[in-house]
């Protein structure tokens, strides 16, 4: 079976800020070395370090940020720009709608526990739903996959769509 795709929602608001707040105290913290490096006119190494250590996260941050979802009967694949994370979709149970989700979780510990600057990666935990591993992009968005051994959040652009397409399986056994 081909596996359909599905757009990553557009990363939400508070996601937008945090990164683009940031984004202004990394480029003042950069800006310094950057005109040293230039005004000096020898090459200074350390001023490359200090640009490099500032602006690497950035990269790797943009390289991992999610970006669409596939899915067939037997996997979800998260893909990113340079590669994609396959979790089998062997023990799913249920799937549902749940856009409140992160709301009790939303603290600045969640902002900076994420693992890029667009989205929401990582082991989180819900008093109601308990611990579960997100992939989310905008916390409105979001969508349950509820698995026998685990949960996974996502946060595909079209939800009702996603999940009618995930629910065909669960229902078809």
Known sequence: MIAKEFEAAKASRSLLFSFSILLVILAVGALPQILEFFREGEFRWVNLVGVSAIMVPF????????????????????HKIIWRKKISMKNLIDVEKRT????????????????????????????????????VTDPDHLVLLIFRDK????????????????????ESG
């Open 59 to 78: 990269l790797i941050s943009a390289l991992s940020n999610v970006r669409k979802y596939s899915v067939d009967r037997q996997y979800l694949y998260i």
């Open 100 to 135: 409140n989700l992160m709301e009790s979780d939303f603290s600045w510990k969640r902002l900076f526990k994420k693992k890029d600057f667009l989205s929401y990666k990582g082991q989180y935990k819900d008093k109601k739903v308990g611990s579960y591993e997100a992939y």
């Open 151 to 170: 949960k996974i959040a996502v946060s595909p652009q079209y939800t009702d769509r996603f999940i009618g397409f995930v629910r065909s399986f669960v």
